[in-house]
Antibody, heavy 121, light 113 residues
Framework: EVQLVESGGGLVQPGGSLRLSCAAS????????MNWVRQAPGKGLEWISY????????HYADSVKGRFTISRDNARNSVYLEMSSLRAEDTAVYYC??????????????WGQGALVTVSS | DVVMTQSPPSLPVTLGQPASISCTSS???????????LSWFQQRPGQSPRRLIY???NRDSGVPDRFSGSGSGTEFTLKISRVEAEDVGVYYC??????????FGQGTKVEIK
């Protein structure tokens, strides 16, 4: 059974930092690119970051560029999101996900259960 | 970036009746490889998104056949042939043809009348 389990969410003050982790199981993690998608309270879905299967390519949404860093450890079947200079508008549930798109041969997609990040003083 | 626009924002439906959600992209989603990477997701209250349809009309494993996707170019539709109580939630379209970024529609909330 495919599982993505996020951890590391919580309450952080504006300007603070937080690191999210996503542990994968049930599939060959190292051959899949991975993403982080977030959802502010009562709002829609926003893609924020991508990392290639090897970790050599990263992409970021403009809203987080320069503040967030995605990384992965294929030996640990994990992907991470290092968040800094956090703002109130970063408050959201953060999902670890494999998204399907052009250039990909495997059509499957996977989503975690989400981790809530609250940025507030 | 490709902008995805859904309508309507809210869709009250009678149980057993059909429902239809539209999604329009700001540019053609036909990729140079000839495929169109348009997906539909369902998000039930309190749950993570679940993909229903990929590449316009391909149903994911376990998705009931009352869900169907159609469209081409910039115009796409998700149809539910007969709405059931478990279909309540928010539905999103997403394009993966021209990434980054992947972009989502703003969502359509399906509720029972």
């Amino acid at each position: 059974e495919v599982q993505l389990v996020e951890s590391g969410g919580g309450l952080v003050q504006p300007g603070g930092s937080l690191r999210l982790s996503c542990a994968a199981s049930g599939f060959t993690f190292e051959i899949y690119s991975m993403n982080w998608v977030r959802q502010a309270p009562g709002k829609g879905l926003e893609w924020i970051s991508y990392i290639s299967d090897s970790g050599s390519v990263e992409h970021y949404a403009d809203s987080v560029k320069g503040r967030f860093t995605i990384s992965r450890d294929n030996a640990r079947n994990s992907v991470y999101l290092e968040m800094s200079s956090l703002r109130a508008e970063d408050t959201a549930v953060y999902y670890c996900a494999r998204l399907y798109g052009s250039g990909m041969t495997d059509y499957r997609d996977f989503w975690g259960q989400g981790a809530l990040v609250t940025v507030s003083s | 970036d490709v902008v995805m626009t859904q309508s309507p924002p809210s869709l009250p439906v009678t149980l057993g009746q059909p429902a239809s959600i539209s999604c329009t992209s700001s540019q053609s989603l036909v990729h140079s490889d000839g495929n169109t990477y348009l997906s539909w997701f369902q998000q039930r209250p309190g749950q993570s998104p679940r993909r229903l349809i990929y590449k316009v009309s391909n149903r994911d494993s376990g998705v009931p056949d009352r869900f169907s996707g159609s469209g081409s170019g910039t115009e796409f539709t998700l149809k539910i042939s007969r709405v059931e109580a478990e279909d309540v939630g928010v539905y999103y379209c997403m394009q993966g043809s021209h990434w980054p970024p992947w972009t989502f529609g703003q969502g359509t909330k399906v509720e029972i009348k």
